[in-house]
């Protein structure tokens, strides 16, 4: 029987959040797009409209939050393969930064999708150093 890798756990909850907010931020795009939403644009404070990237950089977003997803599932019993979840997870914590609406800083748009990309670090940051141990 196959020994699980010290960065298992952190990988499967990244991956698990990352498909939650993956649907979410899908649900979110697909309500900001029309126009009379800008009352709940403005209460959840997501710069889907006013950020650096925009709408775009929302796609963005979502998109790797399912390659996060998948990355960190496809990796997570596999410690050789630690730099790809370590890469996308440092490109994700960029892209939350550059798609914040500084001005209306909050859990939503700022903490909760940095969760998964710092779980998907440390389970690559676990997994290097039982690479290095073998």
Request: charged share 10%; net charge positive; aromatic share 8%.
């Given at each position: ?13 990244s ?21 009379s939403?800008?009352?709940?644009y ?18 963005i ?43 209306v ?8 999708p ?21």
């Amino acid at each position: 029987m196959n020994k699980k890798s010290k960065g298992y756990n952190y990988l499967t909850i990244s991956a698990i959040i990352d498909v939650i907010l993956a649907l979410a931020s899908l649900i979110l795009v697909v309500i900001l797009q029309k126009e009379s939403s800008s009352e709940l644009y403005q209460s959840i404070g997501i710069s889907a409209k006013e950020g650096l990237l925009g709408l775009v950089g929302f796609y963005i977003l979502l998109i790797l939050h399912a390659i996060n997803a998948a990355v960190a599932f496809m990796t997570r019993n596999k410690p050789e393969a630690w730099k790809t979840p370590y890469i996308l997870g440092t490109i994700m914590v960029v892209l939350v930064f550059l798609t914040t609406n500084w001005s209306v800083m909050n859990i939503i748009n700022v903490v909760i999708p940095l969760i998964p990309p710092c779980l998907m670090i440390s389970g690559a940051i676990m997994n290097k150093k039982q690479m290095q141990e073998q």
